[in-house]
């Protein structure tokens, strides 16, 4: 795989960086067990139902995760990534297939790497947006 | 007239203080191949190499002492869900390394939301490789109801 370049990236720019899912309720069950976060709403579907919650609910850091993991494919198996955020705006349920999309609002050109600042939306298979977030990549120039 | 707050005075009182370093955690090749595949990641870099890098945000997933688990907040909300996550990666964490964690209690406020009260808590947590190095910081926000 390529490694993605500074060169690569204007501002402005919107792209796609990757897919997962459909996430299962073993992928979840996975998540729960090495975290150690076992907040019932994320495995015990009659306690997520008790407190009005659709089904169980994908933890946060997980779509992180996968947002990361993507991001780091997209840039070409190098590790890019100086910082990262996400704001949690909406649930998903197991079953969901997440798009990862970003848009380049700002990229500055240094001596030897340049740096992308990018928004990012995390968007379901409904089409809506449950999470956004905000990465700042750093990567090497072309030649 | 200001509202009372929800924020009960020991917890308050937490606000600025640390956890201290945990108890050191062990980076092993078993744990990033469950990570890897709970968030269904096909990167070899993974599993495969001779020395396996740890995904990007792995401490949150497998550090859990010094963190912010370690409050015993006791709101009066208990309904928690993650507001977000905001991460610094300062430096890669490979297969081997030991890691520990400390977190500070940033902030604990609370505010009224379209659907009721909600306490809003924000941490901070830093983790540091065998070496002493700092690696990574991690702010958590986190929402209870």
């Known amino acids: ?143 | 007239m200001s509202e009372a707050s929800l924020i009960p005075p020991h917890a308050a009182a937490l606000v600025g203080t640390s956890t201290g370093r945990g108890a050191p955690k062990l980076v092993d090749r078993n744990t990033i191949g469950q990570f890897a595949a709970a968030i269904g990641s096909g990167n070899p870099g993974f599993t495969q190499s001779a020395s396996v890098a740890a995904p990007l945000s792995y401490p949150i997933y497998n550090v859990p002492s010094g963190t912010d688990r370690d409050f015993d907040l006791q709101l009066p909300l208990t309904r928690r869900v993650r507001g977000g996550d905001d991460c610094e990666f300062i430096a890669p964490i490979q297969e081997g390394d030991t890691l520990t964690a400390e977190t500070t209690l940033s902030e604990a406020r609370h505010r009224k939301g379209s659907t009721g009260d909600l306490i809003i808590t924000t941490f901070e947590t830093r983790y540091y490789n065998q070496r002493g190095e700092l690696v990574m910081i991690e702010r958590p926000t986190g929402v209870w109801r």
């Open chain 1, 1 to 143: 795989m390529a490694m993605r370049a500074f060169d690569d990236c204007t501002v402005g720019q919107e792209f796609e960086f990757g897919r997962r899912g459909p996430v299962t309720t073993e992928m979840m069950a996975r998540w729960a067990a090495g975290s150690g976060d076992f907040n019932p709403i994320h495995y015990d579907r009659t306690e997520a139902l008790r407190q009005g919650l659709p089904d169980v609910i994908i933890a946060g850091p997980m779509k992180f995760a996968m947002m990361l993991d993507c991001l780091t494919d997209w840039a070409g198996g190098q590790q890019p990534i100086r910082k990262a955020k996400t704001r949690y705006q909406g649930m998903d349920v197991p079953g969901t297939v997440f798009t990862f999309h970003a848009t380049v609002v700002s990229a500055d050109r240094g001596a030897t790497t340049g740096t992308i600042n990018l928004d990012i939306r995390v968007v379901n298979q409904k089409g809506e947006t449950t999470t956004v977030g905000e990465a700042t990549l750093e990567l090497p120039l072309r030649g």
